[in-house]
């Protein structure tokens, strides 16, 4: 199946900075993820993107499905931006098969 | 409103005993799945259904079982084979498809095995 690797593992950040996450997967796929974990554990969708460039205020994604890789990016971060921040692939002719990979720790300081 | 609800929240049990998690979506979608999740680490795949009455194994499907009879519900149970069962767990619906397609998922079930 598909592997995917998130990398840094953990990123500590003061309020305002800007931060790349980035993830690699191992083969091409259908649909690529970002998603968000609160302190709660609740899993928030970011992003759908497969391929391209998103935007959504402070967040954005993008996807070069022909290098295999993701990167979100987040500008002026904000206390609450803190959680792990995870990427997940599917290809569809594997049949679904929802992979995670390990998740960035991010931390912003005031 | 539509979504994915786990239920409980919290589930306390003891050792040796098999314990069932439920997980319900009204989204239509035909894929589910449950993952588990330890303290400080990432989300391994248990369980995942493309269609009713059909399922496989992921990652870690040992000490666990499913049934999928209905398109709303894949309930998880716990079995005693599970040597480490108290975790996170997380379940998730989808629909499939090369089209937009976000996955959501419940707010999990926090197990602890006592």
């Known amino acids: 199946g598909i592997q995917v690797e998130q990398s840094p593992p953990d990123l500590i950040l003061q309020e305002g900075a800007n931060s790349t996450l980035r993830c690699n997967f191992s083969d091409s796929v259908n649909n690529l993820q970002w998603f968000h974990q609160n302190p709660w554990g609740q899993l928030i969708n970011l992003f759908y993107?497969?391929?391209g460039t998103k935007q959504n205020g402070r967040l954005s994604a993008t996807t070069v499905a022909t290098e295999r890789y993701s990167l979100l990016y987040i500008s002026s971060s904000q206390t609450t931006d803190s959680g792990v921040y995870f990427c997940?692939?599917?290809?569809?002719?594997?049949?679904?098969?929802?992979?995670f990979g390990e998740g960035t720790q991010l931390t912003v300081n005031p | 409103d539509g979504g994915i609800t786990q239920s409980p929240k919290y589930l306390f049990r003891k050792e040796g005993q098999n314990v069932t998690l439920s997980c319900e979506q009204n989204?239509?979608?035909?894929?589910m799945y449950w993952y588990r999740q330890d303290p400080g680490q990432g989300l391994r795949l248990i369980y995942y259904?493309?269609?009713?009455?059909?399922?496989q194994k992921g990652d870690i499907a040992e000490g666990y079982s499913v049934s999928r009879e209905k398109k709303e519900s894949f309930p998880l149970t716990v079995t005693s084979a599970q040597k480490n069962p108290t975790a996170f767990y997380l379940c998730?619906?989808?629909?499939?498809?090369?089209?937009?397609?976000?996955?959501?998922f419940g707010q999990g079930t926090r197990l602890t095995v006592v």
């Open positions: 998730a619906s989808r629909q499939p498809g090369t089209g937009p397609t976000f996955a959501f």
């Open positions: 259904s493309q269609i009713v009455n059909d399922f």
């Open positions: 993107i497969p391929s």
């Open positions: 997940a692939a599917i290809l569809e002719t594997s049949g679904s098969r929802l992979t």
């Open positions: 989204l239509n979608h035909d894929a």
